[in-house]
Nanobody, 124 residues
Framework: QVQLIESGGGSVQAGGSLRLSCEASGGTFSEYAMGWFRQAPDKEREFVASISRDGTITSNADSVKGRFTISRDDDKATVYLRMNSLKPEDTALYYC?????????????????WGQGTQVTVSS
């Protein structure tokens, strides 16, 4: 059973930056692809970014391309989401997720484990 704990959320002004972290435990981290999703109030959860098991392939949602970067450190069993040029519409609860697939991409059903989320609030 894999446990995921997100951190790094907070409140920032538009144009600012944050780095989210998600630390995994209870499994072999390198055996999992990782993803970030977000959910704004009264909206469905949506895909943000994903990274393959070996870290060689990444995928971003169109809404964050050029602004967000996903990365992983297998030695620390941690996946990161660097968020630059933040906009008010990026305000949401951000979740990380783990998948046993090589590269699950944006399909939520391919992820077996989820964290509790970390809140990001961007003010204008």
């Amino acid at each position: 059973q894999v446990q995921l704990i997100e951190s790094g959320g907070g409140s920032v002004q538009a144009g600012g930056s944050l780095r989210l972290s998600c630390e995994a435990s209870g499994g072999t981290f390198s055996e999992y692809a990782m993803g970030w999703f977000r959910q704004a109030p009264d909206k469905e959860r949506e895909f943000v970014a994903s990274i393959s098991r070996d870290g060689t392939i990444t995928s971003n949602a169109d809404s964050v391309k050029g602004r967000f970067t996903i990365s992983r450190d297998d030695d620390k069993a941690t996946v990161y989401l660097r968020m630059n040029s933040l906009k008010p519409e990026d305000t949401a609860l951000y979740y990380c997720a783990a998948s046993a697939r090589y590269m699950p991409g944006k399909i939520m059903g391919r992820y077996s484990y989820w964290g509790q989320g970390t809140q990001v609030t961007v003010s204008s």
